[in-house]
């Protein structure tokens, strides 16, 4: 597996969840298989957590979002860049995951993950010009 995801990993080999920034084993110590759709067989697993990690994580998350709705839309699309920068840094080993998870072609996958990033720094941008002009953006607007 890709060294990138080292960190997100635990001894165990299953994948950590993500709750206030920070990587955590789930204290139920069980986990649970992503199976490949092709082959039958186990991809990842995954931390299966408690339902009161469930509850802190989104707890967190809606804190979150409060933070960033005061954070000013400049700084939020450069965010969006850097997301996008990362994801095209990262294309093949994240196009790999869409290949193993849900079998979706090599080719269409890497295709997928270029596209996303177009779409996160196209959003980026409309959002600062339309936001700017006080409209709001649609669905259709990519």
Same mark, same amino acid.
């Given at each position: 597996?890709?060294?990138?995801? !080292?960190?997100?990993? $635990? @001894?165990?080999?299953?994948?950590?969840?993500? *709750?206030?920034?920070? =990587?955590?084993? !789930? !204290?139920?110590? %069980? +986990? +649970?298989?992503? +199976?490949?759709? *092709? #082959?039958?067989?186990?991809?990842?697993?995954?931390?299966? *957590? #408690?339902?009161?990690?469930?509850? @802190? +994580?989104?707890? $967190?998350?809606?804190?979150?979002? %409060?933070? =960033?709705?005061?954070?000013?839309?400049?700084k939020r699309s450069q965010v969006l860049h850097r997301v996008a920068t990362i994801m095209r840094e990262h294309a093949q080993p994240i196009a790999d995951c869409l290949v193993v998870e849900v079998a979706k072609p090599a080719r269409d996958s890497l295709s997928e993950v270029i596209r996303s990033a177009d779409l996160l720094e196209y959003t980026a941008e409309e959002g600062v010009r339309v936001l700017g002009e006080g409209k709001l953006l649609t669905s259709d607007s990519f």
């Open positions: 597996m890709a060294q990138i995801y !080292s960190e997100i990993r $635990a @001894e165990s080999g299953a994948f950590k969840y993500l *709750c206030n920034g920070q =990587w955590r084993e !789930s !204290s139920s110590g %069980k +986990v +649970v298989a992503n +199976v490949n759709p *092709c #082959t039958r067989e186990t991809a990842y697993t995954m931390q299966a *957590c #408690t339902q009161g990690e469930v509850e @802190e +994580v989104f707890a $967190a998350a809606k804190a979150a979002q %409060k933070e =960033w709705a005061r954070t000013p839309l400049y």
